[in-house]
């Protein structure tokens, strides 16, 4: 039974009668970027954000960019964030000329560490990006707090969490914008690449759409430099189809992971911790052990799907030497990325299927 990490292929052999006619419509229809779809999928996803404005754009990356250039950041900024996330969140912040200030994560979430934050704060510092890691929302109370008393932007990397929720609030409407991503691999995702950023404040949302647009927002008349980062109408369409079933997705994601959990209890591993008020969507389920080498050699032999996010934490990237943190800098982002494992999860597996991975990944450890 080869069980790959993400079967992209039956969901689509479940949806494709929809996807071909809302595909068809779109290139039957002459509207190819900016058009209805894309006002439709950005109402649709501000209102599932509970956030007042969504901004299509072409990429999760594109999101995080755009947002932190309508704040204003610019060469000689400090922005504070997680050392273990995709690159692209820190790639953002050195692509606008400021500075990465990693803060270490909590081993139990993988996700920043309020407590540590305080100490990195200097008069450079003009805000923070905490990433909703695997689907499950950072400690916003803390970080907010913090951000209003420090006067801080603070922009969400919720590319891994639309639809996750604490106390009942959405991923992405927490801070002063939220960034989602749709490629194809995350809970809500496109066939090819897009994104978007959900916001509450007006004057924010304007730039973001002027930006994305060559900083206009009148045909041929400029007011910004700009970049061209849209959404096009066929992945919006698409994205239609599927943003109704996400809902039951990241519930049937949910239930997979609350299987795993029973079936691997006692078992000495690290399992995902779902903190109080929490609302985990599992984008990925992630499990630690100091054997996971072993796990994973395993896996391979039972052609079982699995990864390792992260390897290598982002401030002992080859590009960020001159930044000159050693080993040993973030110990909790470092054990994770020593440790972790990300079994497959996604909704289409079955109970048995996940039985067997379960049964192959205990004996691995056992
Ligand atoms: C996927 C992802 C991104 C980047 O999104 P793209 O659409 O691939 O550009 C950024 N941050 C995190 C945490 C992600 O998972």
Redesign the pocket.
Known sequence: MAIPLLDLKAQYNLISEEINAAVKLVLESGEYILGKNVIELEAAVADLCGASYGIGVA????A?LLALDACGIKPGDEVITSPY??F??AEVISRLGARPVFCDIDIDTYNLNPNLLESLITPSTRAIIP?H?YGQVTGMVEILELAHRCNLYVIE?A??AMGAEQYEKKAGSWGDAGCF???PS?NLGGYG?G?MVVTSNGEIAARIKKLRHHGTDQKYYHSLIGYNSRLDEMQAAVLLVKLKRLGQWNNQRRANAALYNQLFNDSGLALPVEVPGSKHIYHQYVIRHPRRDRIIEKLNQSKIGCAVYYPLPLHLQEVYRGLGLQPGAFPMAELAARETLALPVYPELSSEQIAFIAGMVLASVA
């Open positions: 990429s999760g990356t594109d995080l996330t995709f692209a969140t990433v890691l990397d590319c891994q991503s749709f490629f995350k690449d994104g």
